[in-house]
């Protein structure tokens, strides 16, 4: 018998073990579906059934205002980030996300050190972060554009993992999905974006500079993968061609990862029992 | 023939306006259903087919990155300013919505005058945001306990009409709702939480306080309202005793507001006209 898919199969092994030298993302196949139910109405059935548990561990995450949540999205320009967060969160209350997106930074921010931006956007007690791009931005595009050389990317991997060990070490529970599409499927919807007018806004012909450099990227994201993939802050690798299958098996991991916190309701107040309201 | 109810009959006057001087919220009767289809069912179906269309809405505003629009929810404990944010925006993208609550203010916040944390959380443009309560608190508290006199207050009203005049002036549409609950229904939500102890997270014997004074609320509610109104910034008075009801008004309200702006995708790019991907 066939062993069924872990969602461990996919986490990025940690950093400085053995395995990591050999390990390479790239070599899961982003058309995989290793958590699909085998239809797609069935995926979409599962990933309701999942967000109304992330519903109410979000609202339990809130009450007792202890847990910090942080979830990273990461992945190449239509791999689906965007989807992703419409996706995974749509039984949740709006009210219980905070969505964080990342752009090229203003002047005030790239006046700072590339990891002063992201700390102030840290999830509090209580919260879910979600990270749509994020301080890895900063150890991709400079590198593939040569604005940093290896040296100074290494630094920069050091201090992520030093900064995201401190952010765990002080109660938040951190998640990181890369989403991993095919250059092939990336071509589908950059095409399909591009011979439908009212979704050009989503992008400007130098978007198109990345994927030029597709392999560098990938290459880039290997790297980075290999080298801040910690036992407090792993990563996954999501294989993102199929965006169904792509939001639940983020859904599940997300899933796993808060039942394991043992979110609870804060205990009744004594002062409150029995008191009728006039 | 009985006229239909239309949307204005709930807003209140403009300030400056004769009107104004006669108007009582209070007048309008909390469990009143005026926009109800009928049937639960047939409002909840209701307010998904608005939902839709906010979503679509919402695309727009962000992709045109032009408009900015705000919607403010006041109402006293329990009159559903979470559950509004929930039921309204729940067919819209997260990604779309910045909720913001404001909480007791903290040390630094409470250095500064009371628009400052406000201003901050302003929606810039692209961005819908929602308060969850919001600088209102400041001309309603104090106003209750005594901590500002009547000039004070008065001064406050003028503050917040500049204010939001400035914001409406530089391009944010704003629209303010008034969750109105009767002190009956307010009674009952209250014990509901109380019988709950899942529920006691929610609130300390402290806030009852607000309740034993609900007269008082009410008269500072009336007055700011009437002194708040203005053109650029209205408010509206939502019957909330019935949820759905609720949510189904304050959804047409910002429905009619979005689809106002003449919300357009931007031009498509000459420069991708019959690009092809390679």
């Given amino acids: 018998m066939a062993k069924s898919p872990s969602l461990d199969d996919f986490r ?9 030298d050999t390990f390479s993302p790239e070599a899961i196949d982003p058309a995989a579906k290793p958590f699909s139910t085998g239809s797609k109405d069935g995926d ?11 519903d109410v561990l979000q ?33 949740v209350d709006p009210l219980g996300l905070r969505t964080v997106p990342f752009r090229a ?6 006046a700072h050190d590339f990891l002063w931006r992201v700390h102030m956007q840290a999830p ?9 791009r994020s301080h890895y931005e900063d150890v991709l595009v400079p590198r593939v554009t040569g604005q940093i050389d290896k040296t100074e990317c290494e630094r920069r991997y050091r201090q992520i993992r030093d900064f995201e060990s401190m952010l765990a070490e002080n109660g938040t529970t951190i998640i990181k999905c890369w989403l991993h599409i095919s250059k092939d ?23 198109l500079e990345a994927r030029k450099h597709w392999d560098a990227y990938q290459a880039a994201y290997r790297d980075a993968l290999a080298a801040t993939s910690t ?16 939001n639940v098996m983020v859904a599940e991991l997300l899933l796993r990862l808060m039942e394991g916190l043992k979110l609870e309701y804060p205990p009744a107040k004594a002062e409150l029992k029995g008191v009728k309201i006039e």
């Fill in 12 to 20: 990025v092994p940690y950093f400085g073990d053995k395995k990591a």
């Fill in 44 to 54: 979409r059935e599962h990933l309701t059934e999942i967000g109304v548990k992330l």
């Fill in 59 to 91: 609202e339990r995450l809130h009450a007792q205002r202890h847990h910090r949540v942080l979830l990273v999205l990461q992945g190449m320009d239509t791999s689906g980030k965007d989807g992703t967060i419409r996706g995974v969160f749509h039984e």
């Fill in 105 to 110: 930074p203003t002047p005030i921010e790239a």
């Fill in 124 to 132: 509090g007690a209580g919260e879910l972060a979600i990270f749509n």
């Fill in 185 to 207: 499927e990336q071509r589908r919807r950059l095409q399909a974006r591009i011979d439908d007018p009212t979704k050009h806004w989503k992008f400007d012909l130098s978007d």
């Fill in 231 to 246: 036992e407090l802050a792993p990563w996954y690798v999501i294989p993102a061609d199929s965006k169904t299958h792509r």
